[in-house]
């Protein structure tokens, strides 16, 4: 009765307070993601570190054990689980479920920042969230503008170096799932003839360039008061690096790789077939962040595929076909949702008005239902 007493003689206070009531409930309703399906599995977090050249057992020694010793205390962690392999490794991290990866990800990257050395050519690790939104919420296809469709094939490290970028900076993207094409690599095309004629082996041409191929620290170099880090810097950057490679010298001749070999740019002749209406794509598929709302997100990633697709893609006869998002059934899904609440409402005022029999009564009554909810 106080209560109520308060309220009927404080009428100013009792608006101002049911305003604010309202204008916080509106605010939450904005802020609530908006997904087709609830965040039901597990997040994770992967830490990934690259190091090329090393061998897996080098960086489980190196990287992933000085890792997991910092990692192991970090609070809320219910799992870790890692794996090692040639030049990268990758340290899954698994919290219950409702966690905020924001502030998981914070207390992971200050972990890390506990190890103190990192091999001299190890890149510093990358923090990436996953979990429900570990599906690609949107789909999308890499084709042909017109003309040969199969040469969309040629196009996987296109995409990577130049248009990926620009789809995983959009605000609520998480990860990118790409598939299908086939990647630039340097191929190496051995003349047998002359191989035999150098007595020379295939096996010994493949270790003498995969041994110039990298990239290797000899330490720390004193001088006076400084320490000064050496390495030597080898990996091919060009077509033409690996021909000037020695394979064999007597002491009277010299064999390089030029002698029996030559290099190009190519492509894998026979890819995993990725097909749509019979014509090879390459499919992309964008992941949400954790949280992000799927409709804001469906509707940036548009925009900026438009740009793209009169931008640069544009440029090289392709384009990006959208395929697929949640859009319909997370609009349809609302709509029924505000359908069902306007009728259930109607519903409930018409009974009041029916066992009240007072318009003034009945209004007071309704307008205080969606307030008190």
């Known amino acids: 009765m106080n209560l109520l007493r308060l309220s009927i003689e404080r009428p100013v206070g009792t608006y101002a307070g049911v305003i604010l009531i309202v204008l916080f409930g ?125 040469r969309i094939s040629t196009f996987r490290s296109f995409f990577d170096d130049n248009v990926r970028q620009f789809l995983e900076r959009v605000p609520g993207v998480g990860s990118l799932l790409v598939f299908g094409g086939s990647e630039e690599r340097l191929e190496i095309v051995v003349d047998p003839r002359q191989l035999a004629r150098r007595e020379l082996t295939l096996q010994t041409l493949i270790e003498r360039v995969n041994g110039a191929n990298a990239d290797v620290s000899a330490g720390l170099l004193g001088v006076d008061k400084r320490n000064y880090r050496v390495r030597t810097v080898s990996q091919f950057q060009t077509v033409a690096d690996p021909l000037d490679v020695l394979l064999k010298d007597d002491g009277v001749h010299r064999v390089f790789l030029r002698d029996v070999a030559e290099t190009r740019l190519g492509y894998d002749p026979n890819p995993a077939p990725v097909l749509h209406n019979a014509a090879p794509v390459i499919v992309v598929g964008v992941r949400k962040q954790a949280g992000a709302n799927v409709l804001d997100l469906t509707a940036r990633v548009r925009a900026e595929v438009t740009r793209l697709n009169e931008g640069v ?33 109607l519903l409930a005022i018409g009974v009041l008005l029916l066992f009240l029999r007072s318009i003034s009564a009945t209004l007071t009554v309704a307008v205080a239902i969606p307030i008190s909810v």
């Open 26 to 150: 509106v605010l939450g309703l904005l802020q609530l993601p908006v997904q087709l399906t609830p965040d039901v599995e597990a997040p994770t977090l992967t830490v990934t570190t690259t190091w090329l050249g090393a061998s897996p057992y080098e960086i489980e020694k190196e990287i992933v054990e000085r890792q997991e010793e910092v990692l192991r205390s970090v609070t809320g962690l219910m799992k870790m689980e890692s794996s090692s392999f040639n030049g990268f490794a990758e340290v899954v991290l698994t919290f219950a479920v409702g966690e905020d990866l924001d502030s998981a990800m914070g207390r992971v990257s200050n972990k890390l920042n506990e190890v103190r050395r990192y091999p001299e050519n190890a890149l510093r690790p990358v923090i990436s969230s996953s979990g429900a939104e570990a599906s690609p919420v949107i789909w999308m296809m890499l084709k042909m503008r017109e003309g040969d469709m199969s």
């Open 313 to 345: 893609l544009k440029e090289h006869g392709i384009w990006l076909d959208w395929v697929h998002d949640q859009t319909p059934y997370i609009t349809t899904a609302i709509d029924t949702v505000q359908i069902n609440l306007a009728v259930g409402g």
